[in-house]
């Protein structure tokens, strides 16, 4: 498994769902189980993303689309600006049980995933959300010798545990924190992350936010992957 496989499959397992019965006003944007349309941008250090989410009642739609901002170290291995990965789900939310399926990749990696996660109000403000995912990821395997991605591919299973843990502020605003844990089937080793961030309401449909992604290192067949923490900025407007 090489280092974009695995930040590319498992930053996105966090579920953003609809539930049905939810009335708009009293939307919180940072609750992965409700239903709203939005369109967005992030930016990190080395990638920009576009966000884009639909909410019908129980059913929501999203795409994100990523973009490098620079070329990579090796530009063969890890890409040039510009290059382009995406993700694409679906997910249905029913009495607070939700259900996702996710495809997520780019012309070397490609990763499918189905997902549930169920949601506990523990106070008005206070909700945490257990989250569970498994599926399948292969990447196409890459030649030091001639500078080249192959033909060849590296597959293996992917199991998942996590729970996304949310304060809701009574004004709008929003904090996480996600820990979660992914088993690799193929490498038998487990894959240690947790995300924390937030949004601030600027306008009854405009929010600013942010993120901190960490990933623990990992131990592959190809040598240790080193932890890695990303920052994020966001924007979005609500429909």
Not at 77 to 100: C, E, I, N, P, Q
Not at 111 to 122: A, C, D, E, H, P
Not at 198 to 204: I, Q, T, V
Not at 223 to 238: C, I, R
């Amino acid at each position: 498994m090489n280092k974009a496989l695995s930040v590319l499959a498992l930053s996105t397992m966090t579920c953003f769902g609809a539930m049905a019965d939810e009335a708009k006003e009293d939307v919180n944007y940072g609750d992965p189980t409700a239903s709203f349309t939005t369109l967005g941008v992030s930016a990190s250090k080395d990638n920009t993303q576009i966000n884009g989410m639909y909410g019908a009642g129980a059913n929501i739609f999203q795409l994100d689309l990523t973009f490098k901002n620079k070329d990579g170290e090796n530009t063969a291995r890890d890409g040039k600006a510009g290059d382009l990965s995406g993700r694409a789900r679906y997910f249905h939310v029913t009495d607070g049980l939700g259900y996702s399926v996710d495809v997520i990749g780019d012309q070397n990696n490609q990763t499918v995933l189905g997902g549930m996660i169920y949601k506990f109000q523990v106070s008005d403000n206070v909700m945490v959300f257990p989250m569970l995912s498994v599926g399948g990821t292969q990447a196409k395997r890459f030649d030091d010798d001639a500078n080249k991605y192959t033909n060849k591919y590296d597959r293996s299973g992917l199991a998942q545990a996590g729970v996304y843990a949310m304060y809701a502020f009574d004004a709008g605003h929003w904090l996480y924190a996600n820990p979660k844990s992914t088993y690799h089937f193929k490498s038998k080793e487990f894959i240690n992350q947790i995300e924390v961030g937030g949004g601030f309401m600027l306008a009854p449909q405009l929010s600013a936010g942010f993120k901190v992604e960490y990933t623990g290192e990992v131990k592959t067949e190809h040598g240790k992957m080193k932890e890695d923490t990303v920052a994020w900025l966001q924007a979005n407007y609500y429909f």
